[in-house]
């Protein structure tokens, strides 16, 4: 599956209500869940959590990933959300964060999960694509920026 | 031209790539190839093959976590944070292309020196800050005290007229310095030229009424956050801003100095001064021995870092506090010759283990070694580090237990082989040639036997 394929029209939020860092992933784990990608948001988001606590995914730059693996996770799939006031992620450079990506796959996934990482924060680096996300209204303009 | 990158983030998922991109978008906007190998969580990805290093003019290293670079040895290489090649790959490539292309061994050393120097922070800043300027008083006072006794015999300072009493009073002059610098250079590194007054001035204070070196130093850091609090709550009228430095500050700096000195700091610090040297007198035997190996390990653990620097410094208070020669000095200077000699007899008595770069930075070592540039053996340690470093930690314990046991002692805090024969420098010569001698040797032997075959 590449990691194109697990964005969908369902699972973006150009408008996130979140105020703190815990409820942007919840936010952003309704998603999922309301999608049918994910079965038990409890397990789901204790999963992510773990991950936060071994290194913060605010990876600077606006930017934060968390992610989750687990048996929770039926279908590998990406939540986008933005939120244009900012939300205080305590990220590496100690800026708020505006454009977070949720990754869910499956425990028995090996390394997907770790490509669509290393493909999203690849194109992240591009000033281009960070402006295209920070503008983008629609899932279609969404997802051009991964053209 | 063509470079090589390696970058390497503890989660090993998004930094790691995000600097390859970094580095390889910059690359392209300079008109220069790149390839970078990623080593993530999923493992090593484009992995630079040795035709790739053979055409690079430079290596770059972006990593938070250590990575491997015996493979690079001899190639120009730039390690730094993986923070850094996101920000600005840029620049990162830049310093990367300036890279002096010969790296022979003193000039690797140079390189490392500088770049330690840059990464250092807060307390640990100021304080080396304010030893770097000490350093040179102690070598230059030392040496010539020496000097002097070697010319004018061991009473030379009984007469201030000679060429050779001259020369040993200027020395002790030079000593003398030693610790006020310390404190004003401590004060120089947290608050700037301000802090200069209140950190000489109470170093001098130490070094009067018995405190020493560690008051100097509780001293430098007092005068330095004492600038720092009056240029924040002191504001004066603009017409009087020049006042400040010339007035305000050092009149204020000085009078809080001088009485948190007398009746705060020098009583309590005289006393652990006094305590402390007479414990070290009193060490005989096995506990001096002991003593002698944990510095001896220091020396030889983080050449250049802080734990050398500390055991370092440790054997340089002693002498500045007991003036006439100091077992700890010797012990320690003994150990810091033992790495780079023990390096270099290794690519000796192992040539096949070694590549002929490194046979080369051997024969360097050999005189590095021996002028106790404890550094000279930081390259190989760097490139090797799993077993270089346990080696001459060993080799260097033996050394400083050996010599403490000897009950050596040195009156100066430098010079290695080239002020041994200097008559009443070091007491029981012979058997602190055969410290350093048996430490080398048996770092040597240690490493010659745990070095991998080169294929």
């Given at each position: 599956?590449?990691?194109?394929?697990?964005?969908?029209?369902?699972?973006?939020?150009?408008?996130?209500?979140?105020?703190?860092k815990?409820?942007?992933?919840?936010?952003?784990?309704?998603?999922?869940?309301?999608?049918?990608?994910?079965?038990?948001?409890?397990e789901?988001k204790?999963?992510?959590?773990?991950?936060?606590?071994?290194?913060?995914?605010?990876?600077?730059?606006?930017?934060?990933?968390?992610?989750?693996?687990?048996?929770?996770?039926?279908?590998?799939?990406?939540?986008?959300?933005?939120?244009d006031?900012?939300?205080?992620?305590?990220s590496?450079?100690?800026?708020p964060?505006?454009?977070?990506?949720?990754?869910?796959?499956?425990?028995?996934?090996?390394?997907?999960?770790?490509?669509?990482?290393?493909?999203?924060?690849?194109?992240?680096?591009?000033?281009?694509?960070?402006?295209?996300?920070?503008?983008?209204?629609?899932?279609?303009?969404?997802?051009?920026?991964?053209? | 031209?063509?470079?090589?990158?390696?970058?390497?983030?503890?989660?090993?998922i998004?930094?790691?790539?995000?600097?390859?991109?970094?580095?390889?978008?910059?690359?392209?906007?300079?008109?220069?190839?790149?390839k970078?190998?990623?080593q993530g969580?999923?493992?090593?990805?484009?992995?630079i093959?040795?035709?790739d290093?053979?055409?690079?003019?430079?290596?770059?290293?972006?990593?938070?976590?250590?990575?491997?670079?015996?493979?690079?040895?001899?190639?120009?290489?730039?390690?730094?944070?993986v923070?850094?090649?996101?920000?600005?790959?840029?620049?990162?490539?830049?310093?990367?292309?300036?890279?002096k292309?010969?790296?022979?061994?003193?000039?690797?050393?140079?390189?490392?020196?500088?770049?330690?120097?840059?990464?250092?922070?807060?307390?640990?800043?100021?304080?080396?800050?304010?030893?770097?300027?000490?350093?040179?008083?102690?070598?230059?006072?030392?040496?010539?005290?020496?000097?002097?006794?070697?010319?004018?015999?061991?009473?030379?300072?009984?007469?201030?007229?000679?060429?050779?009493?001259?020369?040993?009073?200027?020395?002790?002059?030079?000593?003398?310095?030693?610790?006020?610098?310390?404190?004003?250079?401590?004060?120089?590194?947290?608050?700037?030229?301000?802090?200069?007054?209140?950190?000489?001035?109470?170093?001098?204070?130490?070094s009067?009424?018995?405190?020493?070196?560690?008051?100097?130093?509780?001293?430098?850091?007092?005068?330095g956050?004492l600038?720092?609090?009056?240029?924040?709550?002191?504001?004066?009228?603009?017409?009087?801003d020049?006042?400040?430095?010339?007035?305000?500050?050092?009149?204020?700096?000085?009078?809080?100095?001088?009485?948190?000195?007398?009746?705060?700091?020098?009583?309590?610090?005289?006393?652990?001064?006094?305590?402390?040297?007479?414990?070290?007198?009193?060490?005989?035997?096995?506990?001096?021995?002991?003593?002698?190996?944990?510095?001896?390990?220091?020396?030889?653990?983080?050449?250049?870092?802080?734990?050398?620097?500390?055991?370092?410094?440790?054997?340089?208070?002693?002498?500045?506090?007991?003036?006439?020669?100091?077992?700890?000095?010797?012990?320690?200077?003994?150990?810091?010759?033992?790495?780079?000699?023990?390096?270099?007899?290794?690519?000796?008595?192992?040539?096949?283990?070694?590549?002929?770069?490194?046979?080369?930075?051997?024969?360097?070592?050999?005189?590095?070694?021996?002028?106790?540039?404890?550094?000279?053996?930081?390259?190989?340690?760097?490139?090797?580090?799993?077993?270089?470093?346990?080696?001459?930690?060993?080799?260097?314990?033996?050394?400083?237990?050996?010599?403490?046991?000897?009950?050596?002692?040195?009156?100066?805090?430098?010079?290695?082989?080239?002020?041994?024969?200097?008559?009443?420098?070091?007491?029981?010569?012979?058997?602190?040639?055969?410290?350093?001698?048996?430490?080398?040797?048996?770092?040597?032997?240690?490493?010659?036997?745990?070095?991998?075959?080169?294929?």
């Open positions: 599956m590449s990691t194109k394929e697990m964005f969908s029209k369902e699972r973006v939020n150009f408008d996130l209500k979140s105020n703190t815990d409820e942007v992933i919840d936010e952003l784990i309704d998603l999922l869940v309301k999608d049918g990608k994910v079965s038990d948001r409890d789901f204790k999963a992510v959590l773990k991950r936060e606590t071994e290194f913060s995914t605010g990876i600077g730059m606006g930017i934060a990933i968390p992610h989750g693996k687990s048996n929770a996770v039926i279908e590998p799939s990406i939540a986008f959300g933005r939120s006031k900012g939300i205080d992620y305590k590496m450079d100690e800026k964060a505006y454009l977070f990506f949720l990754i869910a796959v499956p425990e028995k996934s090996s390394d997907l999960h770790l490509k669509a990482l290393s493909e999203i924060s690849r194109r992240l680096m591009h000033s281009e694509v960070r402006e295209q996300l920070t503008k983008a209204q629609t899932f279609e303009e969404f997802i051009k920026a991964f053209d | 031209m063509k470079f090589v990158a390696v970058t390497s983030c503890p989660t090993g998004a930094h790691t790539y995000m600097a390859a991109e970094a580095l390889q978008m910059a690359a392209k906007e300079m008109g220069h190839e790149i970078v190998e990623t969580s999923v493992g090593a990805e484009n992995v093959t040795d035709k290093l053979k055409e690079a003019r430079a290596v770059i290293i972006a990593a938070d976590t250590n990575v491997d670079k015996s493979r690079f040895a001899g190639k120009p290489l730039i390690e730094v944070g923070q850094e090649a996101i920000k600005d790959p840029k620049g990162l490539i830049e310093r990367a292309m300036n890279l292309q010969s790296s022979n061994l003193t000039d690797q050393v140079k390189e490392i020196k500088s770049e330690q120097k840059q990464k250092r922070t807060g307390i640990y800043k100021h304080l080396m800050t304010g030893v770097s300027y000490m350093i040179p008083f102690v070598v230059g006072g030392g040496i010539l005290i020496a000097l002097g006794f070697a010319l004018g015999g061991i009473y030379v300072f009984k007469s201030t007229t000679t060429v050779a009493a001259t020369i040993f009073w200027t020395g002790k002059a030079s000593f003398a310095l030693m610790i006020p610098i310390l404190g004003g250079y401590i004060a120089y590194s947290i608050a700037d030229r301000p802090g200069i007054v209140p950190g000489m001035v109470g170093g001098y204070l130490a009067n009424n018995g405190s020493g070196f560690l008051g100097a130093l509780v001293a430098g850091f007092i005068a956050y600038v720092l609090l009056i240029k924040k709550y002191i504001r004066l009228p603009k017409s009087m020049g006042l400040m430095p010339v007035l305000i500050i050092p009149v204020l700096s000085i009078i809080v100095m001088g009485l948190v000195m007398g009746f705060v700091i020098n009583q309590p610090l005289a006393y652990f001064n006094k305590a402390l040297m007479g414990w070290l007198s009193g060490l005989k035997g096995a506990n001096a021995a002991l003593l002698g190996a944990i510095l001896g390990g220091m020396m030889a653990l983080d050449m250049g870092g802080p734990v050398n620097k500390a055991a370092y410094a440790f054997g340089t208070a002693t002498l500045g506090s007991s003036g006439q020669l100091s077992p700890i000095m010797a012990a320690v200077m003994a150990a810091g010759m033992v790495p780079p000699l023990a390096i270099a007899l290794s690519t000796v008595i192992t040539k096949k283990k070694y590549t002929v770069a490194e046979r080369e930075a051997g024969k360097a070592a050999w005189a590095l070694g021996a002028s106790f540039i404890t550094e000279g053996a930081i390259p190989f340690a760097a490139s090797d580090p799993l077993r270089v470093i346990p080696s001459i930690i060993v080799g260097s314990a033996v050394t400083g237990g050996l010599s403490m046991m000897f009950n050596c002692a040195l009156a100066v805090p430098h010079g290695g082989i080239f002020v041994l024969f200097i008559p009443n420098v070091v007491s029981n010569l012979p058997q602190y040639i055969i410290s350093i001698l048996a430490g080398m040797v048996v770092s040597a032997v240690i490493l010659s036997a745990v070095k991998k075959n080169i294929e």
